[in-house]
Nanobody, 126 residues
Framework: QVQLVESGGGLVQAGASLRLSCAAS????????MAWFRQAPGTEREFVAA????????LYADSVKGRFTISRDFAMHTVHLQMNTLKVDDTAVYYC???????????????????WGQGTQVTVSS
């Protein structure tokens, strides 16, 4: 079992940057696939980015490619999401997700991830 705690959300203007963090409770999380999803009111949970257990592979949604970067700090058991050039459409609750099946390919399907954080709100104003 692993617990995930997100932080770093907030209210920013369009064009600004934010860095989200996801702290994992267990050192075994360093062997997990990790991902970020987001959910705006009235919409389904949407894939944002994912990283393999060793950091060697990444996957991004087309809507954030070139603006967002996922990274891992193995020593601190933390995953980050650097978000640049934020848009109003990026407004959502952002969730960190993890899955211990490291041998599986990166996936944008939320059902592939067993562990979830409580979410952090990101609001981008025009």
């Amino acid at each position: 079992q692993v617990q995930l705690v997100e932080s770093g959300g907030g209210l920013v203007q369009a064009g600004a940057s934010l860095r989200l963090s996801c702290a994992a409770s267990s050192h075994t999380s360093s062997t997990y696939r990790m991902a970020w999803f987001r959910q705006a009111p009235g919409t389904e949970r949407e894939f944002v980015a994912a990283m393999s257990w060793n950091g060697g592979s990444t996957l991004y949604a087309d809507s954030v490619k070139g603006r967002f970067t996922i990274s891992r700090d193995f020593a601190m058991h933390t995953v980050h999401l650097q978000m640049n050039t934020l848009k109003v459409d990026d407004t959502a609750v952002y969730y960190c997700a993890a899955d211990r099946r490291s041998w599986r390919s990166l996936d944008s399907n939320p059902e592939e991830y067993a562990y979830w954080g409580q979410g952090t709100q990101v609001t981008v104003s025009s």
